[in-house]
T-cell receptor, first 114, second 115 residues
Framework: QQQVKQSPQSLIVQKGGISIINCAYE??????FPWYQQFPGKGPALLIA?????SEKKEGRFTISFNKSAKQFSLHIMDSQPGDSATYFC?????????????FGTGTQLKVEL | ETGVTQSPTHLIKTRGQQVTLRCSSQ?????VSWYQQALGQGPQFIFQ???????GRGNFPPRFSGLQFPNYSSELNVNALELDDSALYLC??????????????FGAGSRLTVL
């Protein structure tokens, strides 16, 4: 059972454009929602994360929008750059149980073209 | 400050064999998690270790086992390898408390191919 659904599978954006990746979750017990960025040959690296008590979090060009009632969250990359070309994963976990065991989405391969 | 290091980076095994993958956690981290990432998929949680004991397990059979050592390094062992075990195995370390608690730092992974 896939608990975190991610779309689109791939995305091509022009340099300077906005990249938007969407995720939906099923388990209402999730209380931590991070986004990870993965380059070829590397492990995933934390990009930005949000807790369900806020609806938006912004760090530089990256923004998470969170809709608790719809059980959806999204990543917006403003002014997308070729260096942002990577695979992006949304994830969710329950922090209150001790430890951090992430459930990942299936990933979005982003390509930013010049 | 060193990151998470994993070894070996690549290995090839045949069906039915056993494999051991190793992970050195980031300095200051006391928790280690293992994930399996099949080609084109997101990582899937295998298990987590804290204070040398398993602290949560995903939907993986018992032939997947692990160890955590007093220095917080860890091993993942897989017995009776199957073709579907071919994947990138990721180790991630974290701490349960303090600054940056529960933020996972991933290694670059060990690419296992089962023939």
């Amino acid at each position: 059972q896939q608990q975190v659904k991610q779309s689109p599978q791939s995305l091509i954006v022009q340099k300077g454009g906005i990249s938007i990746i969407n995720c939906a979750y099923e388990n209402t017990a999730f209380d931590y929602f991070p986004w990870y960025q993965q380059f070829p040959g590397k492990g995933p690296a934390l990009l930005i994360a949000i807790r369900p008590d806020v609806s938006e979090k912004k760090e530089g060009r990256f923004t998470i929008s969170f809709n608790k009632s719809a059980k959806q969250f999204s990543l917006h990359i403003m002014d997308s750059q070729p260096g942002d070309s990577a695979t992006y994963f949304c994830a969710a976990s329950i922090l209150t149980g001790g430890g951090n065991k992430l459930t990942f989405g299936t990933g979005t391969q982003l390509k930013v073209e010049l | 400050e060193t990151g998470v290091t994993q070894s070996p980076t690549h290995l090839i095994k045949t069906r039915g064999q056993q494999v051991t993958l190793r992970c050195s956690s980031q300095s200051g981290h006391n928790t280690v998690s293992w994930y399996q990432q099949a080609l084109g998929q997101g990582p899937q949680f295998i298990f987590q270790y804290y204070r040398e004991e398993e602290n949560g397990r995903g939907n993986f059979p018992p032939r997947f086992s692990g160890l955590q050592f007093p220095n917080y390094s860890s091993e993942l062992n897989v017995n009776a390898l199957e073709l579907d075990d071919s994947a990138l195995y990721l180790c991630a370390s974290s701490s349960l408390a303090g600054v940056g608690a529960n933020v996972l730092t991933f290694g670059a992974g060990s690419r296992l191919t089962v023939l």
